[in-house]
């Protein structure tokens, strides 16, 4: 089947602009989540939806970042007003939580440049 | 707040050798998963470690888990090119998870 995609593959904004990074999970996966990778780092956790509701959102830097899943489905991690800082590649994964693991599937990623 | 470190960093080594990357977390966990990234690709899922004592295997590669000294392995057998990528770690923390900053291994004809 369909594994975890994300669009667009690549963006490149401006300083000050705002961007929506979009992830499609796996069909039947309940829970979803955001990491944010730098160059030469592991991933690091941005946000956890289980079904439409964020479980948790403490990984998210600041109040420029918001993340939405308004069907249980879709996600959209929405950034205003970037900075240079926030250049990364943004992971999408999502897991079924079935049994008593929660083997994350993730996505190609959205590299995110901010001039 | 749960660190996971794993070492070394960077390891090459000539294909047929053995080698064991190490993944040390700070606090209690009995979930971990290895992932492995290929350049400018994302993560795909290796092993799956639920308990104390678990081992995984899949061909040249297996993992395995020591819940008690918070440590989980990674080795290598007669290694190959194509096993060329980073590897990572990460530890449940729970529902979220919690990665090393990944070992890039280069192995060498």
């Known amino acids: 089947g369909a594994g975890v995609s994300q669009t667009p593959s690549n963006k490149v904004t401006e300083k000050g602009k705002y961007v929506e990074l979009r992830c499609d999970p796996i069909?039947?996966?309940?829970?979803l989540y955001w990491y944010r990778q730098s160059l030469g780092q592991g991933p690091e956790f941005l946000i956890y939806f289980q079904g439409t509701g964020a479980a948790d959102d403490s990984g998210l830097p600041n109040d420029r970042f918001f993340a939405v899943r308004p069907e249980g489905s879709v996600s959209t991690l929405k950034i205003q007003r970037t900075e240079r800082g926030d250049s990364a590649v943004y992971l999408c994964a999502s897991s079924s939580l079935a049994g008593s693991y929660n083997e994350q599937f993730f996505g190609p990623g959205t590299r995110l440049t901010v001039l | 707040e749960l660190k996971v470190e794993q070492n070394p960093l960077f390891l090459s080594m000539q294909e047929g050798k053995n080698y064991t990357i190490y993944c040390n977390y700070s606090?209690?966990?009995?979930?971990l998963y290895w992932y492995r990234q290929d350049p400018g690709k994302s993560l795909e899922s290796l092993f799956v470690l639920l308990s104390n004592g678990a081992v995984k295997q899949e061909g040249r590669l297996m993992a395995s888990l020591d819940t008690k000294a918070r440590l989980s392995t990674l080795h290598i057998t007669a290694a190959v090119h194509d096993l060329s990528a980073t590897y990572f770690c990460?530890?449940?923390?729970?529902?979220?998870?919690?990665f090393g900053q990944g070992t890039r291994l280069t192995i060498n004809p």
């Open positions: 069909s039947g996966h309940t829970a």
């Open positions: 606090t209690t966990s009995d979930r």
């Open positions: 990460a530890v449940d923390n729970p529902q979220k998870l919690v």
